[in-house]
């Protein structure tokens, strides 16, 4: 079974920057190559927001149009890693942010921003942004 773990949380002014990282292994006979990676966010109070998908074969990523421009997922198959570059941010960003995998491709999902979507979700890191 796929294991996510996400690192890179914590607090920053707002106007800053922050890079999370989302670790995977235990592939089974796969590889990273063949996962798409979503990255989600749950703001106290509120629903879990799926916010861009990144395709591993390929880097192709998608982005909610909510986050287009602030955000930028990328992946680096040698360390079966994903990143979630995050710059300008504001205190509403302030969230749990969540990485999650699937085997396909994100434009073969019907709704990469969709959890119903993923199969492996990680534990989570916390994004606090200070005003």
């Known amino acids: 079974e796929v294991q996510l773990v996400e690192s890179g949380g914590g607090l920053v002014q707002a106007g800053g920057s922050l890079r999370l990282s989302c670790a995977a292994s235990g592939f089974s006979g796969f590889s990273f190559d063949d996962y798409a990676i979503g990255w989600f966010r749950q703001a106290p109070g509120k629903e879990r927001e799926g916010i861009s998908c990144?395709?591993?074969?390929?880097?192709?990523?998608h982005y909610k149009d909510s986050v287009k421009g602030q955000l930028t997922t990328f992946s680096d198959n040698a360390k079966n890693t994903a990143y979630l570059q995050m710059n300008s941010l504001k205190p509403e960003d302030t969230a749990e942010y969540f990485c999650a995998a699937r085997r396909s491709n994100c434009y073969y999902t019907r709704d990469p921003f969709s959890f119903y979507e993923y199969d492996f979700w990680g534990q989570g890191t916390q994004v606090t942004v200070l005003s």
């Open positions: 990144v395709s591993s074969r390929d880097g192709i990523a």
